[in-house]
């Protein structure tokens, strides 16, 4: 038997408990999502990985399509100058670009070209040709992609040089009409997550120091992982007019007037499955949201020998029509492995729901079904199982966005004193709530004073009801405060 | 009236039969589906070509993924002295090479990086740690991706630096089921060519001058355009074992000896779409085939004043969603302008289906459909048309294939004697069937002396019956040439 086994059946992985970064690397690779490669900063997406982005990857699509968003393809490399004239664009994003700057037996190139790290330049270079008057816009643009930023500290999913993502490129003739923009599509990032990852996500306002390089003001949705720490989800940049003036993005006006387009940038990448991971996993493995999830359902036949496993086969092809009707995504694992073996791989790998098939459910025509998420059981008739596994796919998504959104009550906290939040951050994290007086020397100060604890968003609406936290003058803005990946 | 028309309503296009590689560019760019850029080489594809490359995805992803295909990701940059361990594959490469030598704030690199040209060296690298024994075999990997290959002579889809492509990546225990995995996949793009894209192609092998860079064999499909020149529209390669020799790809078999993997790779890129658009167009611009049309019927209101545009608009809400419901993707073109604009338009796009509706037709309860294949007009009862539209565009479907199957046959020519090949070549096109006695010599003698026609593919089975055209010596093969892309 132990011939027939995998060679790569190594599920050993560091308890969560034990060490959260251990533990994430672990999962990551032995649930075969990702791995390092011999390109430095370079991961590869393995099928498991790769098949939760392309979930991702339609859910989002069908969803900007919907509001007449068109996908394009623009070009990888961007001419030097061109990259070269947003001036606070430059500064954020020059440390971080790969260079080209010779071709094959061209030799070197008369002018390098960066390899896209976002595509705002290039982009606005070529839809400017598109934008003559008002009746062109708006121009909603999409591109799904790679793009790379230099890195040399590379956390799988997190944080790699090249990385896939959407990036939203928008004009528009009014600013009202962009800041709606950016709002809709910060939306449609809170739906991805709370709907489609059962991440619960604070949606809001960047401080200036945090927004994106070159935006007038970028909003965000931060989620908390379960080590306490917050991950920026997903960005959503009102550009105002600063790349469309320097790119001469303009447009003749119904007063027949020349004037700059109003522009949004929005992303999200692969860090969202690093992110699911993180809300989501315990020491067993990974807990995968049903609705992203490559395997919703596995079906493990228990038998001792041929005849037996005769007798399940027949008995499974009887009702696995029914799930296929259902549309869950399941799989029959026949392989020759003991079923425990089996229970602990699609635990590693966080299947919501585990089927398990023995001869005594054959005998009273049910299965039995245990959920990852507590490993309670239930025994289901079989011909229930085309209208309840739906159902209850459902509610593990539910449970499962219940119980990140408890850890988030947890580990959130409000604070008025500055030593009590300092106090807090030197052994312990989570999200803390207080009042600022929206002084970047406020701000810059927490972020010393705690060794990286950072305003993670707030609500632009919110007025503070506190003194500022460190200097003391009014509050003006209820802000969410964490360290983050 | 005037100033509400779109401004970029520029649709006069060069006639195919006065300037067919004009009329290419022309109908490509008035038609929305790609531009150059100011990146030397590179384009951008236009929402209206990048839905067209979404639906040919979506068709072949389901075909590779009901065999077991996987998709991964591997990363876009090769370090130099991997890409450099297949000797054939370097010389074939290299030229075309762009090269990343120095990245943000970290300067010069130790190693230059390549901009991937194809992954056989990144992907085979990585996947070995995934193969130990035979029971990891075989795996089955896919990915759709960018790719850069440095070319000055730009030609919009068919010839750019960079271009979107997939590109599959099998391994394999033995060379019988390597080389069942190439044909598998030739036949999925002969599927795609012919049943998708209604576009002919021969299936064959290339000769050994032709072939892949390191592969033993390469085969392809090849299509006519309609300037009487071939395309290579897809291939699928048989690499043996020269990949998984020199980057050391090995398993352990049955017998437990080690030896190297099988293996292979196969690609269709946005090329296809260049191919499509020379196969079917015409003088009025393109002709889409239905089954990827990003809309396969458009519906044209035709009203005089408000009051007309009423009741128009309420007939077609009355049975839109019959088209809807019959999945039928279609537009209703509410713009300000004329109708025959929106004709004019509508057929540089290629649409295959246009429905006018009149008040006339408001009254007889009907709509006029006009094919863009022949103007053909039928009167058809809105009631019909959930039933009939599907059935006009599968006839729609098979009336371009035979048109364009035709036009081959018509294209299509037997040779015996060298001077008559070469008489033929001096001023016509079109494919050439002659037998071929299987020398490289003959083989370039023929290139040499016709000035660039070249063997496109042959059937290995097929028995030549006369002599080799070059040399008289006995044929062995029945070989196709033509000029092409």
Redesign the interface.
């Known amino acids: 038997m132990s011939q027939?086994e995998?060679?790569?059946f190594v599920k050993e992985i560091t308890k969560m408990s034990v060490d959260f970064d251990r533990w994430y690397t672990d999962v990551v690779r032995k649930a075969e999502m990702a791995?390092y490669?011999?390109?430095r900063g370079?991961?590869?997406?393995?099928?498991y990985g790769?098949?939760i982005?392309?979930n991702i990857q339609r859910a989002f699509d069908d969803m900007i399509k919907s509001s007449g968003h068109?996908?394009?393809?623009?070009?990888?490399?961007?001419?030097e100058e061109?990259l070269m004239k947003e001036a606070e664009h430059v500064q954020g994003f020059?440390?971080?670009?790969?260079?080209?700057?010779?071709?094959?037996?061209?030799g070197e190139l008369d002018q390098?070209?960066a390899?896209r790290p976002t595509s705002e330049t290039?982009i606005g270079?070529?839809m400017r040709?598109?934008i003559?008057?008002y009746?062109?816009l708006p121009q909603l643009t999409n591109q799904w992609?790679?793009v790379?930023r230099?890195e040399?500290r590379t956390r799988l999913f997190l944080r790699t040089a090249?990385f896939?993502w959407q990036e939203g490129h928008t004009f528009h003739a009014s600013p009202e009409e962009a800041r709606s923009e950016v709002d809709l599509i910060l939306d449609y990032y809170r739906q991805i997550a709370e709907d489609w990852l059962a991440m619960p996500v604070l949606a809001g306002m960047k401080t200036d120091s945090e927004k994106f390089a070159g935006a007038v003001y970028s909003k965000s949705i931060e989620a908390l992982m379960r080590d306490g720490l917050a991950l920026q989800a997903g960005t959503s940049h009102y550009l105002g007019q600063n790349f469309a003036t320097a790119y001469d993005i303009a447009f003749s006006g119904r007063d027949n007037q020349r004037q700059f387009c109003h522009t949004t940038s929005w992303g999200i990448s692969t860090r969202l499955i690093g992110g699911l991971i993180m809300a989501h996993g315990d020491d067993s493995g990974l807990i995968m949201p049903p609705r992203i999830a490559p395997i919703q359902v596995v079906v493990v036949p228990i038998f001792r020998d041929q005849e037996g496993r005769d007798r399940i086969e027949r008995f499974i092809a009887g009702w696995a029509p029914a799930l296929s009707r259902a549309k869950v995504r399941y799989k029959v694992d026949w392989s020759e492995r003991r079923p425990g073996e089996k229970y602990s791989e699609y635990e590693l790998k966080g299947v919501p729901l585990r089927l398990e098939v023995g001869p005594r459910d054959v005998d009273a025509n049910q299965v039995m079904v245990v959920s990852r998420l507590d490993r309670s059981k239930l025994a289901l008739p079989v011909d229930a199982l085309e209208e309840r596994l739906p159902e209850l796919l459902d509610s593990f998504h539910g449970a499962l966005y219940q119980r990140a959104l408890d850890f988030r009550t947890e580990n959130s906290f409000e604070f008025t004193q500055l030593s009590e939040l300092l106090a807090h951050f030197r052994d312990r994290s989570g999200l803390a709530w207080v009042d600022w007086c929206e002084s970047p020397e406020c701000e810059a100060q927490i972020k010393a004073e705690t060794g990286g604890v950072t305003i993670r968003n707030f609500d632009p609406r919110g007025v503070a009801g506190t003194p500022c936290i460190v200097c003391g003058r009014p509050g003006r803005l209820r802000v969410v405060l964490a360290r983050s990946y």
């Open positions: 027939m995998p060679t790569d791995d490669t011999p390109v370079c991961m590869v997406i393995r099928p790769y098949a982005w392309e068109q996908n394009m393809y623009f070009p990888l490399l961007i001419p061109l020059t440390p971080e670009v790969a260079w080209v700057t010779r071709a094959g037996s061209h390098p070209l390899i290039i270079t070529i040709r598109y003559h008057s009746r062109d992609c790679n790379l230099w040399l090249e896939l």
